[in-house]
């Protein structure tokens, strides 16, 4: 148990559903990040949000939107997917003023159908 | 832009052999940290280096933040089978939120 909680673990949608994945951390982290996890690939970072302000955004399609409402709770809001989008996506948080130490949730695995 | 080479790719080792791999950097960074990620799951934080020459263990790990800046080590002893998994590093610069991944080595246990 890292701290960061990732709902759901599994994900199966269409190119026309729209879902959300939600990330959660319990360790009073100021900083929270989306990366994208494909085989064969090192991870992608996609966002980075600092005191709830993005701070990142690596280029990512529009069919990623993500919100963070508050310092813990992080959200990825999915619409109009592609296959290739299907991934393992991993929220992670970090102190930065007291540490660098970067947390990691268990992941989303997605399918895009 | 940033790039992290990490090698080997995969390693497949006898039970009890001692593991070595790293990181080089195409630039500085002023930390480093080590991870090893089980199949389905999240990467898991093993070691946190912030100061050049810096040398860290944690069990039978042990990880060294490189006199350059630009290379970290990962060292682990008398491997055993749950040693098995992917090790990823991961750097960041001073002024940026980013961190950047190397692609893991993947590394294989044989009883």
């Known amino acids: 148990e890292t701290g960061v909680t990732q709902t759901p673990r599994h994900l199966v949608m269409g190119m026309t559903n729209k879902k959300s994945l939600k990330c959660e951390q319990h360790l009073g982290h100021n900083a929270m990040y989306w990366y994208k996890q494909s085989a064969k690939k090192p991870l992608e970072l996609m966002f980075v949000y600092n005191f709830k302000e993005q701070t990142e955004n690596n280029s990512v399609p529009s069919r990623f939107s993500p919100e963070c409402p508050n310092s813990s709770h992080l959200f990825l809001h999915l619409h109009t997917l592609q296959p290739e989008d299907s991934a393992l996506y991993l929220c992670?948080?970090?102190?930065?003023?007291?540490?660098?130490?970067?947390?990691f949730g268990p992941g989303t695995r997605l399918t895009v159908l | 832009g940033q790039q992290l080479n990490q090698s080997p790719q995969s390693m497949f080792i006898q039970e009890g052999e001692d593991v070595s791999m790293n990181c080089t950097s195409s630039s500085i960074f002023n930390t480093w940290l080590w991870y090893k990620q089980d199949p389905g799951e999240g990467p898991v934080l093993l070691i946190a280096?912030?100061?050049?020459?810096e040398l860290t263990s944690n069990g039978r790990l042990t990880a060294q933040f490189g006199i350059t800046r630009k290379d970290s080590f990962l060292n682990i002893s008398a491997s055993i089978p749950s040693d098995v998994g992917i090790y990823f590093c991961a750097g960041r610069a001073s002024g940026t939120y980013k961190y950047i991944f190397g692609t893991g080595t993947r590394l294989k246990v044989l009883a």
């Open positions: 280096l912030y100061k050049a020459g």
């Open positions: 992670a948080s970090t102190a930065l003023a007291d540490s660098n130490e970067q947390f």
